[in-house]
């Protein structure tokens, strides 16, 4: 099995492919919430995954969690519990059509994440994408900027 993840701005699945926004990026600019933590702008990750002949067609689980560089895991920006970013997603890899025995299969997993979702404590801060399909992982990191200070105008 191969898993392959990537960060866009946005994006949807098509098929075992993907079309996404702005693909690759590597750091953002946190957003301010009123609690005193921080937020992130939308993003999306696309999976792709590759699986060998042997595991087509049989019940796999997707695992991705959002972590900071010390391992922690982010929570989500709910607004009365503590909710960790862990996403679990069942998934089935079909063979590809009219292809022999013996091809591997794809399939491409897109989750959109609005802008607002994740809490996170602090800004200039690498976070990391942690991906698991079966025994297959990878990873995907981004820099988080601290959000920049406007200057005010007037009294």
Do not use: C
């Amino acid at each position: 099995m191969k898993i392959r993840a990537i960060l866009a701005d946005t994006g949807r699945a098509a098929g075992a492919a993907a079309n996404l926004l702005n693909a690759g990026w590597t750091n953002t600019t946190a957003i301010p919430l009123p609690q005193g933590a921080f937020t992130l702008p939308q993003q999306t990750l696309a999976v792709f995954v590759e699986a060998p002949w042997d595991q087509l067609n049989r019940p796999l689980r997707l695992i991705l969690e959002l972590k900071d560089d010390d391992d922690k895991i982010v929570e989500l920006n709910a607004p009365q519990s503590s909710v960790p970013a862990r996403v679990e997603h069942p998934l089935i890899v079909a063979p590809v059509p009219n292809a022999p025995n013996g091809v591997p299969g794809m399939a491409t997993v897109v989750a959109d994440f609005g802008g607002g979702t994740f809490r996170i404590p602090s800004a200039r801060k690498r976070y990391i994408w942690h991906v698991n399909v079966g025994d297959a992982t990878d990873e995907v990191g981004f820099w988080v900027d601290a959000p920049v200070e406007m200057p005010k105008l007037g009294i």
